[in-house]
């Protein structure tokens, strides 16, 4: 399917201090909507088909600002054995970037960030979401997903 540009996949990031990682790739096909139709899934706001088809849309814009702007720029996932998981990784962890399609997130929902954060050092952290302002907890950026678009392409995130 890679070979045909229907999916690709997503390598985990292995580079751990004290964690034991799991290193399965994660794989994706090219559009989000093939892969909801073909997963049977009808995305509603606030279901977790919907989170799912909204961390694919972003995967799919930090694809294209890759191709784009910073062809070298290296896209992973953190994952440990325990199951604690970041969404993307940019960069030599120039870049972590937690995705929720939350409406408003909460501290619960920030513990697998922080974990990374703990891990070693982050340059920025970042949860894309569905909020309607951004604001910050602690070294965390939360952004609504439009700012986070906006200030990827125009180049303001520091990767």
């Not at 706001?45 to 694919?56: L, V």
């Not at 569905?130 to 070294?139: I, K, N």
């Amino acid at each position: 399917m890679e070979d045909t540009l229907l999916g690709f996949r997503v390598p985990p990031w292995v580079r751990s201090k004290d964690r034991r990682m799991i290193e399965t790739e994660k794989f994706y096909l090219f559009d989000v909507g093939l892969a909801n139709f073909l997963c049977g899934r009808r995305p509603c706001s606030g279901t977790p088909e919907f989170g799912k088809a909204f961390e694919h849309y972003i995967l799919m814009e930090l694809r294209a600002y890759r191709a784009y702007r910073q062809p070298d720029l290296e896209i992973t996932f953190w994952r440990t054995s325990t199951g604690q998981e970041v969404d993307f990784i940019l960069g030599d962890k120039l870049l972590a970037i937690e995705v929720k399609s939350s409406e408003r997130v909460t501290d619960n929902q920030l513990k697998h960030l922080k974990a990374l954060m703990a891990d070693g050092p982050v340059k920025k952290s970042l949860v894309v979401c569905c909020e309607r302002a951004p604001r910050s907890y602690g070294a965390i950026e939360i952004l609504p997903w439009k700012v986070f678009l906006e200030r990827l392409w125009a180049g303001e995130l520091g990767i």
